[in-house]
């Protein structure tokens, strides 16, 4: 019986070695991917998180220009609620708000509740292209 040469059973060990390196980076390349994506998906929920928060500081100061109008409930609105048809100041500065609301957030809404003189305002949007499916941002002032 005649013994292989070291050469001669080293054949195709180089190809197997190249093979592997080749996954190895395939993997690699796949999971730098995910990441980027969900970098991308996570900046823009940023980004809509943030928006909501200038958003809800704009109602707050609309509400603080128009006090006494605020604390009799004249800017009043529910998450969903029709928007309001008359011309008064308050209507009017409610629907630039849910304009400024709309066009800001995807499915964007906002909710202004009134107890005493807390005032809580929320705002809802669609974060589909984020983590989460839907949110709402929600803070409370005194006037």
């Known amino acids: ?3 292989a040469s070291g050469a001669a059973s080293m054949r195709g060990v180089g190809m197997i070695e190249v093979l592997t390196a ?5 993997v690699a390349v796949l999971g730098i991917s995910r990441m980027q994506i969900t970098m991308l998906q996570q900046n823009q929920s940023a980004l809509l998180r943030s928006q909501a928060t200038i958003l809800a500081y704009d109602a707050i100061d609309r509400l603080r220009v128009d006090r006494q109008a605020a604390l009799n409930g004249d800017y009043d609105r529910a998450l969903g609620a ?10 009017n500065s409610i629907n630039q708000w849910l304009d400024s609301v709309a066009t800001t957030l995807p499915a ?3 909710a202004i509740v009134r107890s005493g003189e807390l ?3 929320s705002i809802r ?4 292209r984020g983590a989460l499916p839907a949110l709402t941002f929600t803070t409370a002032v005194e006037l």
């Open 1 to 3: 019986m005649r013994k």
């Open 22 to 26: 080749m996954v190895v980076v395939a």
């Open 82 to 91: 029709a928007r309001p048809t008359t011309t008064s100041v308050a209507d």
């Open 108 to 110: 964007g809404d906002g």
């Open 119 to 121: 005032i809580v305002v």
């Open 125 to 128: 949007w669609d974060d589909s």
